[in-house]
């Protein structure tokens, strides 16, 4: 097993189904010549060319819509928006046509298309470049929405997502790309749409994916030293929701706290505390605590935005306040 | 356009398409088609003559008023009025409706709804044929309304630097629904804003069918040849409402009667005899046979069952 | 002119009545004879009717007063007059600190006498308790186990029970369960836990002035015994025969019988129809039996006034009704006054034999057991045959062992040849 950066995990998951797939081909501001935003693509244009490194017009239609094209007549395109904020600029593709043209065809038109967007906030860019709209975009049936915590989950999802047939929007972290993790070697795939215990414990679980794995594992850590041993499931998809694990865990704890970096009201906790108290009514001994940001727009100030944004000791709370 | 059968070819699908519309008006109102539906009528040689020129290679993609389209790429009357009833063997098994008819073995990919939403689609295609390396071209219809949208200038802007190919065709039938070109556009030529795009451009007039065809043609050749967009505007007119239930306060009759003068059909109808391709009794027998076809097509689509239940949950994911 | 009520004296002994409830309210019209309030006594809940008609004018204590015998409880008068100034102002009683009179709720369990809140196996009857704040995880738990969250303590936030609290209490050994026999039930837990906490129950205000009572009974009566077992075939029969023309809700029972047969008896021995006061042995000049009735909370003895007088179908729907009143909380004074000598009856149980304590101050009383069909010796040879046992209590102040055991053939005499019982 390898240890590699979240960076280099989706790196590799791009370079390797290249290297397997001619129809895959990347479309996105600064992708080519800039090697990428976050330095996703370094390196790519140099080995792949402009044909499958395709710098666009800052245009964020032209990008979906384009894909969207590209994927319908037979190509696999990953299309990536510099920041999922942007992701806006385009709405209409990404939750109007990419999920609905298979089904409004009669199963005529196939999209296998990735969008590849950045999330979330903490490094001061202010509130419209931070934030955390993924319950937006996992609201759409017909599309896919996948965001891993982990470099092994990061490579093997992406994978999976360039080979599957459907729309994917691939959910990163601005702060997480020097996450580093185990890697197996060689050729995998993670399914989309199947949640994992990422730590075992048994006194309450935690639901959570993307940093809020991050945080959580930290917050793990430092309950066990005062022996609460807290069990971590982790989405990494977010449609289709994965409950299975979850209900597993809840029925063993009855306790749970559910957290993420969006905001909370209409949040993906909400869709997760739901389902939790429909399929497992019985079995809870408290009500479900949601961590989540702050809800405000997330502000320039760094303490502030820290304040804002949640953090490893909001959810040490949270687990406690869940225990009483 | 030169052989008399493609001629004739031509003849019965414009009259088709106008029966058809026709027809599909009075089910609609009779309240067997739901939701919106935009009909043809007077833009029928529009539609006919351009993809008449296309290579079966070319992709066709479109608007909502899309019924005329899909006869001409060659779906059956049965199977587009059959979707307009929402049967199972509609185009789109009953899961599109009037806007979203499609048949990828015609090359014949939709019907859209949002205005303008399919351009950077369409350059979409484009961006995948040339990723492929082949010389298809996509025909990108539009209307005067869409090209006041961010997506038509996204869309140009890209075929235009990337070189793709692209022909951005604008049925121009002077309204964006109730609003009028001078009221909604900077320009009023809609081929102007090729010019800012540095886009080659060109204008025709779209009640002539040979007209039209002569025009795509030349449009067609050019962007293949380049591998370049061109940008084709095609003046017409739209003889019902945007869709139905469009009260029409915002053109007076006389304007429509004005423009039926220069009905389509009968231009190409007198063309014809003119020419002596044909007889009136010939022309005649084919109006009779493209009515027919239509009455066929309303019993198939009226005899055929109703998706059932589970279809609601298929398709909504390819894997 | 207004008129004012005072508590009235239910008893001979009562010395002060607890105001249970207001049935009529300031403004409301009211008659002379209707109920104007409830009242508890150490005896029973009884109705008190007004003695006046007009309107209630003032109500001048408050419900769940304690208020002694004679003192002014409401104003009735005519609509528009003044609640006259010679009412005195609201009396200081003592409100009850136990304000539920056992007797006024619904009987819950007849054959239970113990006021245990019931463990119902529906949740909503658990839950109804004050709607115990619980976790859907130890509302399940209680279900299953069948365990009443009203007694178990919630260390949850605001007092919810959880999970954790179930457990402990189960583990404890805290007696959290239904007290009715049940059948067995599959529990869905693979442990089946036993509780072994004390369960604290409050007694009812019947309970403590029975308990008063017997208390005195026991202490200050010296009582002997006399057992004598009946030969009932006979009666069994004309039991039959009797009810045979008599409407389902007017059949008589065995105890009717006996009742009858008892008070034909006393007016035989009329020194165990009597009363000591002081040197000197009153022999009533009236039979009334008592007949123990099992009421929520206790137990409580109705009187069938010249018990001896009446016929068998008087008596039957004497006590039938009384008893009924009785258990609903409803009795009225007269139906628990006056007793000159009591029965008891379990035979209803299976009993062989068993002895009461004479009610002071009369001077016994009949525990009545049994009737069962048993093989029995008749001119030497062994058959079956209905035999039911019956013991006398007797106070020895007043009487003494001859006079009871002849008394107990009297009555043998009337019960074995219950046509007697009808001339």
Redesign the interface.
């Known amino acids: 097993m390898a240890k590699i950066t979240i960076r280099e995990a989706i790196s590799q998951a791009l370079m390797e189904e290249m290297d397997r797939d001619p129809k895959v081909?990347i479309?996105g501001e600064e992708v080519g010549v800039w090697g990428g935003t976050y330095a996703v693509t370094k390196g790519f244009y140099d080995k792949y060319g402009a044909?499958r490194v395709?710098d666009?017009?800052i245009?964020?239609?032209?990008i979906?819509?384009?894909?969207?094209?590209?994927?319908?007549?037979?190509?696999r395109?990953v299309a990536e928006l510099m920041t999922i904020n942007f992701g806006f600029s385009a709405m209409?593709?990404i939750v109007?046509?990419a999920p609905k043209?298979?089904?409004?065809?009669?199963?005529?038109?196939?999209?296998?298309m990735v969008i590849r967007a950045v999330g979330g906030g903490g490094r001061q860019l202010g509130a419209t470049h931070s934030q955390t709209p993924d319950a937006i975009f996992a609201h759409f049936?017909?599309l896919?929405v996948v965001s891993p915590g982990t470099p092994e989950d990061a490579k093997g999802l992406l994978k999976s997502a360039i080979r599957?047939?459907?729309p994917v929007l691939f959910l990163e972290h601005a702060t997480m790309y020097q996450v580093r993790g185990e890697v197996p070697e060689g050729e995998y795939t993670i399914p989309i749409g199947k949640s994992k215990v990422q730590r075992a414990g048994k006194d309450v679980t935690i639901v959570t994916y993307c940093k809020g794995l991050e945080l959580s594992m930290k917050a793990a850590e430092e309950l066990s030293k005062e022996g609460i041993e807290v069990e971590v499931v982790d989405l990494r998809t977010l449609r289709p929701l994965d409950m299975e694990p979850i209900i597993e865990s809840f029925k063993k704890t009855?306790r749970a706290v559910v957290v993420e970096e969006g905001w909370k009201s209409y949040g993906v906790g909400s869709e997760v505390v739901s389902r939790i108290y429909e399929q497992a009514?019985?079995?809870?001994?408290?009500p479900i605590i949601r961590v989540a940001q702050k809800e405000v727009p997330l502000p320039y100030n760094r303490t502030l935005e820290q304040a804002a944004l949640p953090q490893v000791a909001d959810i040490t709370a949270a687990v406690k306040e869940v225990l009483? | 356009m030169n052989k008399k059968e493609q001629q004739l070819d031509l003849y019965y699908q414009m009259v088709l398409i106008r029966r058809l519309e026709e027809r599909g008006a009075e089910l609609y109102q009779a309240g067997k088609i739901g939701g919106f539906m935009h009909l043809y009528i007077g833009q029928e040689a529009v539609s006919t003559g351009l993809i008449a020129a296309r290579e079966p290679r070319d992709r066709v993609i479109t608007a909502y008023r899309d019924h005329g389209v899909a006869l001409n790429c060659g779906m059956s009357a049965n199977e587009v009025m059959a979707e307009l009833l929402g049967k199972a063997t509609g185009v789109s098994k009953g899961m599109g409706g009037s806007m979203h008819m499609a048949d990828t073995s015609k090359n014949m990919w939709g019907g859209h709804a949002i205005v303008g939403g399919h351009l950077p689609i369409a350059a979409g295609f484009a961006i995948g044929d040339q990723y492929a390396g082949n010389d298809n071209v996509t025909i990108c219809m539009f209307g005067d309304g869409a090209t006041n949208i961010g997506y038509f200038h996204e869309a140009l802007n890209i075929s235009k630097t990337w070189g793709l190919r692209v022909l951005w065709v604008c049925e121009n039938n002077q309204y964006g629904m109730g609003t009028t070109v001078e009221r909604a556009s900077a320009v009023t030529e809609i081929r102007q804003k090729a010019e800012g795009y540095g886009m080659k451009n060109g204008q025709v007039d779209g009640m002539d069918v040979t007209k039209v065809y002569e025009a795509a043609k030349e449009a067609l050749d050019f962007v293949r040849k380049n591998s370049q967009p061109y940008l084709l505007e095609v003046d017409t007119y739209r003889f019902r409402g945007h869709s139905m239930g469009d009260p029409e306060r915002y053109r007076k009759a006389e304007e429509v009667k004005k423009w039926q003068e220069n009905d389509p059909i009968g231009i190409f109808n007198k063309q014809l005899i003119e020419k002596k391709v044909a007889s009136a009794k010939a022309l005649d027998e084919i109006e009779a046979r493209a009515e027919e076809d239509v009455v066929k097509a309303v019993e198939f689509a009226e005899a055929s069952p109703e998706p059932a239940m589970e279809e609601l949950y298929s398709d909504i994911y390819a894997d | 002119m207004a008129e004012t009520i005072s508590m009235p004296k239910l008893g001979f002994d009562m010395a002060e009545g607890l105001l249970v409830r207001w049935v009529k309210q300031v403004g409301e019209a009211i008659n002379k004879g209707d109920v104007l309030a409830e009242i508890e006594t150490d005896k029973a809940t009884v109705e008190v009717e007004s003695s006046a008609s007009g309107v209630v004018l003032q109500l001048i204590v408050d419900q769940g007063t304690m208020v002694p015998v004679n003192a002014p409880i409401a104003i009735v008068g005519q609509a528009g007059e003044k609640a006259d100034s010679a009412a005195p102002s609201k009396v200081e009683g003592q409100k009850s600190a136990d304000e539920k009179p056992a007797a006024q709720s619904a009987p819950i369990a007849d054959s239970a006498p113990q006021a245990v809140a019931p463990a119902d196996s529906s949740l909503s009857a658990v839950e109804g308790s004050g709607s115990v704040k619980a976790s859907p995880l130890a509302k399940k738990i209680a279900r299953d186990q069948k365990v009443d969250l009203s007694n178990i303590k919630g260390t949850g936030p605001g007092g919810r029970i959880v999970r954790k609290d179930i457990e402990t209490a189960l583990a404890s050994g805290q007696p959290t369960t239904d007290n009715r026999p049940q059948t067995i039930v599959n529990r869905p837990s693979s442990t089946v836990i036993i509780s072994h906490d004390d369960k604290v129950v409050a007694t009812t205000k019947l309970r403590q002035a029975i308990g008063r009572r017997l208390v005195e009974s026991k202490t200050t009566i010296p009582h002997f015994y006399v057992t004598h077992e009946y030969k009932m075939d006979m009666l069994m029969d004309m039991r039959k025969q009797v009810n045979a023309y008599l409407p389902d809700n007017e059949k008589v029972s065995v105890n009717d019988f006996i009742l009858k047969g008892v008070a034909l008896s006393l007016r035989q021995f009329p020194n165990l129809n009597a009363t000591l006061k002081g040197t000197e042995i009153v022999q009533f000049g009236h039979v009334n039996v008592g007949v123990a009735v099992t009421v929520p909370g206790g137990l409580m003895t109705v009187v069938v006034k010249d018990t001896d007088q009446k016929t068998l179908r008087q008596i039957s729907g004497e006590v039938k009704t009384m008893a009924a009143r009785a258990r609903e909380g409803k009795v009225k004074p007269e139906d628990v006054d006056g007793s000159t000598f009591s029965t008891s009856n379990l035979g209803m149980y299976d009993v062989e034999e068993f002895i009461a304590i004479v009610n002071p101050p009369e001077a016994g009383i009949l525990a009545i057991s049994s009737a069962r069909e048993i093989p029995v010796v008749e001119n030497g040879q062994i058959k079956a045959g209905w035999r039911m046992k019956a013991t006398i209590s007797v106070d020895h102040r007043i009487s003494d062992g001859a006079e009871a055991a002849q008394f107990m053939q009297a009555l043998a005499a009337f019960l074995e040849n219950p046509v007697r019982m009808l001339v």
């Open positions: 081909f479309m044909a395709k666009t017009p245009a964020e239609n032209a979906i819509g384009g894909a969207i094209g590209a994927a319908m007549v037979g190509q395109p209409d593709y109007n046509q043209l298979h089904y409004m065809f009669g199963g005529q038109f196939k999209v296998p049936p017909g896919k599957s047939d459907d009855n009514f019985d079995y809870v001994d408290a009483k």
